[in-house]
Antibody, heavy 120, light 107 residues
Framework: EVQLVQSGAEVKKPGESLKISCKAS????????IGWVRQMPGKGLEWMGI????????RYSPSLQGQVTISADKSISTAYLQWSSLKASDTAMYYC?????????????WGQGTLVTVSS | DIQMTQSPSSLSASVGDRVTITCRAS??????LNWYQQKPGKAPNLLIF???SLQSGVPSRFSGSGSGTDFTLIISNLQPEDFATYYC?????????FGGGTKVDIK
């Protein structure tokens, strides 16, 4: 059974750093792209970027390039989303999600979400 | 970026109704169109991929059609568990983009 289990909710202050995780199981982690989707409070879904764990090839949404870093550690089947300096506008639910196929496609399996709250 | 426009943004319907949601792409995306359902506090769930293919485990009352720039999601015989928000997403080119969502609530 494919599962994506994300790390727990976080409360941070502006300017702090953060790294959230997504542990995958039930499939070959290195063969599928895995991405991140943001959902700000009361808003829709926004695709942030995606990583191929096999070779760490990473693609970002142009609107978020430079603001976050997406990575993966294939030795522990885990993908990451990190910030070096959080802003209040980063407050959102973040989902990791696996590509439907071995190429970049829309996701089929999703994590349960990680709520990130940034407040002074 | 390819813009995805859904309509309506919300609708009210009754159990047993047939519901139609449309999604328009700002340029041709062939059949690279997926539909998701999201319930409050939950992650999205894939319903339809490649415009018209039903994801495994999804009830057959959900169907999708279209190609190019215009797509449709139909829910026939609406059930209580179908009240949710629905999103289209294109996977034709990066960045992948979602429509703004259609909230289906109870009339």
């Amino acid at each position: 059974e494919v599962q994506l289990v994300q790390s727990g909710a976080e409360v941070k202050k502006p300017g702090e750093s953060l790294k959230i995780s997504c542990k995958a199981s039930g499939y070959s982690f290195t063969n599928y792209w895995i991405g991140w989707v943001r959902q700000m409070p009361g808003k829709g879904l926004e695709w942030m970027g995606i990583v191929y764990p096999g070779d760490s090839d990473t693609r970002y949404s142009p609107s978020l390039q430079g603001q976050v870093t997406i990575s993966a550690d294939k030795s522990i089947s885990t993908a990451y989303l990190q910030w070096s300096s959080l802003k209040a506008s980063d407050t959102a639910m973040y989902y990791c999600a696996r590509s439907l196929t071995t190429t970049i496609q829309g996701p089929d399996y999703w994590g349960q979400g990680t709520l990130v709250t940034v407040s002074s | 970026d390819i813009q995805m426009t859904q309509s309506p943004s919300s609708l009210s319907a009754s159990v047993g109704d047939r519901v139609t949601i449309t999604c328009r792409a700002s340029q041709s995306i062939s059949s690279y169109l997926n539909w998701y359902q999201q319930k409050p506090g939950k992650a999205p769930n894939l319903l339809i991929f490649a415009a018209s293919s039903l994801q495994s485990g999804v009830p057959s009352r959900f169907s999708g059609s279209g190609s190019g720039t215009d797509f449709t999601l139909i829910i026939s015989n609406l059930q209580p568990e179908d009240f949710a928000t629905y999103y289209c997403q294109q996977s034709y080119s990066l960045p992948l983009t979602f429509g703004g969502g259609t909230k289906v609530d109870i009339k």
